[in-house]
């Protein structure tokens, strides 16, 4: 969550001005993936609350990201003191809190037939910004990071007034939409039904292409018995007639030879 406030305000908080502080720790030894996952924990928390988050979370990492805000509060209190102001850990938020990459240290480990493996130890640099809130800017900010002491200083936001809501339509034009609807339907309808016909005699052409290919399957067999039949019969015939040609030719020489 990123600060409520600006650079360079000058709103008046519970204690007097807006105090800044930072604490930085550089080449920490744990990894900076390991420190974001516990960063990202007290990010725009109140001081005191990300305090006792960081002091039961159960990661390693926890350890010097708690050192590092407890460095960031007692900068914060010694710029107060500076001033000569009151300042408690209840006034104070993480206002910013980020981890960056530091060197990486490579080492090896010996393995077998003489090869060597790579070990990177990297380390980070962890961040910590806190700040103290501002009572007219408890309503801009998330709820969960308000502290209690500037709860009781709530800022009422004016209510505006909710506009007219549009008079309603006069039942006189009720009449008029039935009878435009009513005039829209019989145009429709001869429209609907002849789509609708179309859309039958598509539907039983394709339902009778099926029935139409298997009567033809089986009709097949049919017809080639029929054109063997016929084959034969013609055949026969044409036998008949040759041999009765032959029959007569052989009489008609005969009777010549008496």
């Known amino acids: ?13 519970t204690t007097g001005p807006v105090v800044r502080a930072k604490a930085l ?12 996952r516990i960063v990202d924990l007290v990010r725009g928390l109140p ?15 926890s350890e010097p990201v708690y050192k590092v805000l407890e460095s960031a509060i007692a900068n914060a209190r010694y710029a107060a003191g500076i001033r000569q102001e009151r300042l408690e850990v209840e006034d104070l938020v993480v206002s910013a809190a980020y981890v960056d990459e530091g060197p990486t240290m490579k080492r090896f480990r010996p393995r077998a037939q003489g090869r060597a ?3 990177r130890k990297r380390t980070s640099h962890i961040t910590i910004e806190v700040e103290s809130w501002s009572a ?14 500037v709860k009781a200083f709530t800022v009422v936001a004016p ?13 006189t034009t009720k009449p008029a939409k039935k009878a435009a ?7 429709e309808k001869p429209a609907k039904k002849a789509a609708n016909k179309a859309v ?18 089986k009709a097949a067999p049919a017809k080639a018995t029929e054109a063997k039949a016929t084959k034969a019969t013609e055949a026969k015939a044409s036998k008949a007639t040759e041999s009765d040609t032959d029959t007569s030719a052989s009489d008609e020489t005969e009777g010549g030879t008496r």
């Open 181 to 187: 609807a009513a005039s829209a339907e019989v145009a």
């Open 117 to 119: 493996y790579r070990i």
């Open 200 to 217: 039958d005699l598509e539907k039983t052409e394709v339902a009778d292409k099926p029935a139409k290919k298997a009567a033809a399957k």
């Open 159 to 171: 209510q505006v007034a909710k506009p007219a809501k549009a008079a309603a339509p006069t039942t």
């Open 47 to 61: 001081a005191e609350e990300a305090l006792s988050v960081l002091r039961f979370a159960p990661q390693s990492a």
């Open 1 to 13: 969550m990123a600060s409520p406030l600006r650079a360079g305000s000058s709103t008046q908080n």
């Open 136 to 149: 007219e800017l408890e309503t801009q900010a998330n709820k969960r990071s308000v502290p209690k002491r």
């Open 25 to 36: 720790l550089r080449y920490s030894t744990v990894t900076p993936m390991k420190a974001r």
